[in-house]
């Protein structure tokens, strides 16, 4: 049997359900995890998921951060955020187990600038998720990480990689944190059926025809444990929704397992 899994930075899900609900409707995975969802807990749209035969799962904040699972089957043992002693960052991180898997949704601190507090912030994060499996989990367990990581990981995950070089989302020492959460077990499973450049899943909205000019940045991921990855069949961006009018700024990415 295949399993479809998709994530998808939102921006703002109540403004989106237009172009989310038709795109659900016709791709209909059976795993979406959303970031950046920008909704309060007793606001988010549960019932317009439900219609179409999610359960759902989420921790919010009112206009930033905000993260969601949807599932066709019903999710068990939901967390949020650390348990590690520091900010718990519960609309940041989603985890759940869903037909015999382990999901951990992530939306990534962008880091804002590199002199920024918040980039140390989030270099720690990263190094706080790296415990958290480690904690919680073995290289050997069906695990996905998929998210926002707000990090382009290689040179040909963004358009002008030599004058983009240092940006919070594409520099060495994020390169590192990334690598050190990666070394613990993962593969991307994107890069292990789509090795070709001018693959993109984040398109600047003040960027003209970004899109149609292939001027974009790969930080939308989907990583899997080893085990699962070996089972990943499929992996695309689908552009469609970023497309459409009143779109988020980012494109829905797509993978496939044997199950």
């Given at each position: ?44 749209p ?12 989420f ?24 348990d ?7 609309a ?87 690598a ?45 444990t ?34």
């Amino acid at each position: 049997m295949t399993l479809r899994v998709a994530t998808y930075n939102v921006n703002s899900v109540r403004a989106r359900l237009p172009v989310l609900l038709p795109w659900l409707e016709r791709v209909h995975p059976h795993i979406v995890c959303l970031q950046e969802t920008k909704v309060e807990d007793p606001s988010f749209p549960v019932q317009a998921f439900r219609e179409l035969g999610y359960h759902a799962v989420f921790r919010g904040a009112k206009a930033y951060n905000g993260v969601a699972i949807l599932s066709t089957s019903k999710p068990t043992r939901v967390a949020f955020g650390f348990d590690d002693g520091g900010p718990a960052d519960e609309a940041r991180l989603a985890a759940a187990s869903i037909r015999g898997l382990r999901i951990v949704n992530t939306y990534v601190p962008q880091g804002r600038s590199v002199d920024d507090p918040m980039f140390r912030y989030k270099l720690e994060w990263l190094g706080r998720l790296r415990a958290l499996f480690a904690r919680t989990s073995a290289p050997t367990d069906p695990i996905l990480w998929v998210g926002d990581f707000n990090v382009a990981p290689e040179a040909i995950d963004v358009h002008d990689p030599k004058r983009l070089l240092g940006h919070v989302c594409f520099h060495p020492e994020v390169h590192r944190a990334l690598a050190e959460v990666r070394a613990w077990g993962f593969d991307d499973v994107f890069r292990r059926h789509v090795p070709g450049p001018d693959q993109y899943t984040f398109f600047d909205y003040r960027v003209r025809d970004a899109v149609a000019r292939s001027v974009g940045w790969r930080v939308d991921h989907v990583w899997a444990t080893e085990p699962l990855a070996a089972r990943s069949t499929a992996a695309w961006i689908d552009l469609e929704p970023r497309k459409t009018e009143g779109s988020s700024d980012h494109a829905p990415l797509l993978a496939e397992f044997e199950t």
